[in-house]
Structure formats: C-alpha cells, structure tokens
Nanobody, 123 residues
Framework: VQLQASGGGLVQPGGSLRLSCAASGFTLDDYAIGWFRQAPGKEREGVSCISSSDGNTYYADSVKGRFTISRDNAENTVYLHLNSLKPEDTAVYYC?????????????????WGKGTLVTVSS
C-alpha cells in the first residue's frame, strides 16, 4: 500500500504545475484526499481536499481561485493543478488519504501519507 506525490519542480512566478497523487494497493475513490504543504521553517498547512462520497472540494483561502483539485478514478490518481503561482507557494507538497473525513487540518490522523514533492516558485 503506497501513496506517491509527484510533479513538483521549479517554476517562475505566474506559472503553473500539475501535481499527481497516485495510489497503489488501494482504491483512492474510497478515500477523501487532501493536499498539504510545508514551507521551510513553517508548519504544515492544508491546501485542498476532495471528498470521496460527493466529490466536494475545499480550498485554503490562500490558494482559492488559483489551485484546483480533481480525481481520475480510472487512473487511481488525484491531481492538484497549481496556477498563478507565487513565491510563497514554495513548499514540499504532500497528499494524504482519510477514509472518514475531508479535512485541511494536518493534525487530523490520516490513513496514508505520501512522500512529498518539492515546488519551488522563483525567478
């Protein structure tokens, strides 16, 4: 059983990236999937979440209107589309799965955490 985040990289301010959260050994559709990030010297924070039951999506105020979360059940993958990136979006991004709840609170116990992918926004 594994959850893997990928797609990070170096991008200029105003640019875009697409992060992927792929699962092996279990079906992502059975879980709410959250994206979290941790910048150097800062605490981990919730970015976005997509629920399992109705597909509702939630965003932190800091990314609302710029980031979009989506599912591809055929690929067993959840995506996070990052647009209009800012230097303050620089962080390691993690995805996590929770069978019970969709949450942006990183202190809530999650069933699975993936290894992070680094996003660097810099000119």
């Amino acid at each position: 059983v594994q959850l893997q985040a990928s797609g990070g990289g170096l991008v200029q301010p105003g640019g875009s990236l697409r992060l992927s959260c792929a699962a092996s050994g279990f079906t992502l559709d059975d879980y709410a999937i959250g994206w979290f990030r941790q910048a150097p010297g800062k605490e981990r924070e919730g970015v976005s979440c997509i629920s399992s039951s109705d597909g509702n999506t939630y965003y932190a105020d800091s990314v609302k209107g710029r980031f979009t979360i989506s599912r591809d059940n055929a690929e067993n993958t959840v995506y996070l589309h990052l647009n209009s990136l800012k230097p303050e979006d620089t962080a390691v991004y993690y995805c996590a799965a929770n069978v019970w709840t969709c949450t942006l609170a990183p202190e809530v116990p999650m069933d699975y955490w993936g290894k992070g992918t680094l996003v660097t926004v810099s000119s």
